[in-house]
């Protein structure tokens, strides 16, 4: 009977609609006019902000320059990282870099490894200790991660109290990002916002999404009632089925 109420009160009418959230949309830009280094400016970055600026298409590009930055070079995401896969990767992880717009000073730069934006609105690389303004972004796609060790009920309450819900992770995108600020939690395992019905038999987002997506550790259980979903804090960041009451850190979605 607990279980079935829950439900009702957790889903209502189930809604079913695709948000392409993190790869689809353009970002919001902030640039910084503060002179820091490359790894300074990542930092604050995701201080304040989500990351150093990312872009993944044309749309996101005029955006960043049409910024407002008085014709001055910064810094943005895009750096290269030595070793087995010698290539350029974006600060963000797990973010594919496919989209590109070196000028013609990048091929004579060979020896440097961050990137900037250049005055006249093209990519180029300099040296990643020097000192310069820089751009940060705001992804659509907001979650915090609370460092208190609570029950799933206890935790979803929490996040519908003091944010907008548990987090709800739809692609593989929102799994990097996610599994990423994992590493700052004190418990084995994350809540999010991932919960079976005993009553209808299925696993649901408690925002009502539907569970397309999925990265379980392993297959399903018997009986899964009062199971709640988890992500581990290490290894491959899998999805487990805990029972609710057992406590953990969590992430709300903002």
């Known amino acids: 009977m607990k279980q079935s109420f829950f439900f009702l009160i957790l889903v209502g009418e189930c809604i079913i609609s695709h948000f392409c959230l993190f790869t689809c949309q353009m970002y919001d830009y902030y640039f910084v006019n503060m002179n ?9 970055c995701r201080t ?13 590009l005029d955006k960043l ?54 005055e006249k609105g093209s990519w180029s ?15 659509k796609y907001h979650v915090i991660l609370i460092k208190e060790n609570r029950t799933w009920e206890e935790a979803l309450y929490y996040c519908r109290h003091h944010h907008h819900d548990l987090v709800t ?3 593989m995108d929102e799994q990097r990002w996610v599994q990423e600020k994992t590493k700052n ?13 005993c009553t209808l038999g299925f696993w649901f987002w408690v925002s009502d999404e539907v569970v397309h997506y999925k990265n379980w550790a392993s297959p399903g259980q018997v ?7 988890a992500m581990a804090t290490g290894g ?19």
């Not at 820091?36 to 604050?44: D, I, K, L, R, V």
């Not at 600060?91 to 934006?117: H, M, N, Q, V």
């Not at 690389?125 to 992804?139: H, S």
């Not at 939690?185 to 019905?197: E, H, I, K, Q």
């Open 223 to 229: 009986n899964e009632c009062d199971m709640s979903g």
């Open 185 to 197: 939690a004190s418990s084995p395992f994350v809540w999010t916002g991932l919960r079976y019905t």
């Open 236 to 254: 491959e960041h899998k999805w487990f089925k805990k029972h609710d009451e057992e406590k953990f850190n969590f992430f709300c979605s903002k």
């Open 65 to 118: 320059r049409n910024m407002q930055r008085r014709s001055m070079a910064a810094w943005i995401g895009l750096y290269y990282e030595a070793g087995t896969n010698e290539t350029f990767h974006w600060s963000l992880p797990g973010l594919d870099f496919f989209f590109r717009l070196w000028d013609d000073e990048y091929y004579s730069k060979k020896d440097d490894s961050c990137s900037i934006l250049t």
């Open 169 to 171: 992770i739809t692609n």
């Open 125 to 139: 690389i300099d040296d990643c200790g020097k000192k310069q303004p820089f751009i940060c972004y705001r992804g």
């Open 36 to 44: 820091m280094n490359w790894t300074e400016a990542q930092q604050h």
């Open 48 to 60: 304040h902000y989500t990351d150093l600026a990312t872009v993944t298409n044309r749309k996101d």
